[in-house]
Antibody, heavy 120, light 110 residues
């Protein structure tokens, strides 16, 4: 059974750096074609793709957030880490990780998500 | 502003058929697969349709996907109360070299 779980701080202050961890089981991110993706949803708004990392450690970022995001993985711990710098109240929302691939692979399954609030 | 365009809402009575549309461009839907997700409040989004028309196991056949050119649709027939949720389309975008989503459609069962 494939599962993913997001973890990280529930509250961050503006200008701080957010670090989120996606811990997964039931698959190996070193398997050819395998990726893990981060997606977020601000309150009342749509889903937004943030970044993904693939089995060869290639990284892809949303163009609008590229300068603020860093994605990495720790294969020994089955974890994918997302860092977002210079947090702003507009970054408040639920952050999800999901198993994925490239264009022919869907986000499936997703983690339950973790709510991050940016406030002083 | 989402790259893919969805109507913000759709509704129907139990048993009716509801269709949700998703419009894009040649860089995304026109040249790549479309995926549909259901999102219930407080829950993880769930994959409903992959590769335009395929249903994962466990998704009932009263849900169906289609694609034509730069647009795609999700149809829900035999509408049920548990179908009340937000629905999102997604596709790979060659210009972004990443994923794009629609703005979501809220389905209400009257």
């Amino acid at each position: 059974q494939v599962t993913l779980r997001e973890s990280g701080p529930a509250l961050v202050e503006p200008t701080q750096t957010l670090t989120l961890t996606c811990t997964f089981s039931g698959f190996s991110i070193t398997t050819s074609g395998m990726c893990v993706t981060w997606i977020r949803q601000p309150p009342g708004k749509a889903l937004e793709w943030l970044a993904f990392i693939d089995w060869e450690d290639d990284k892809h970022y949303s163009p609008s957030l590229k300068t603020r995001l860093t994605i990495s993985k720790d294969t020994s711990k089955n974890q994918v880490i997302l860092k977002m710098t210079n947090m702003d109240p507009a970054d408040t929302g639920t952050y999800y990780c999901a198993r994925s691939g490239y264009s022919s692979s869907p986000f499936d399954p997703w983690g339950q998500g973790t709510l991050v609030t940016v406030s002083s | 502003q989402s790259v893919l365009t969805q109507s913000p809402s759709a509704s129907g009575t139990p048993g009716q058929r509801v269709t949700i549309s998703c419009s894009g461009s040649s860089s995304n839907i026109g040249n790549n697969y479309v995926y549909w997700y259901q999102h219930l409040p407080g829950a993880a989004p769930r994959l409903l349709i992959y590769k335009n028309i395929q249903r994962p196991s466990g998704v009932p056949d009263r849900l169906s996907g289609s694609k034509s050119g730069t647009s795609a649709s999700l149809a829900i027939s035999g509408l049920r109360s548990e179908d009340e949720a937000d629905y999102y389309c997604a596709s790979w975008d060659d210009n972004v070299s990443g994923w794009v989503f629609g703005g979501g459609t809220k389905v209400t069962v009257l």
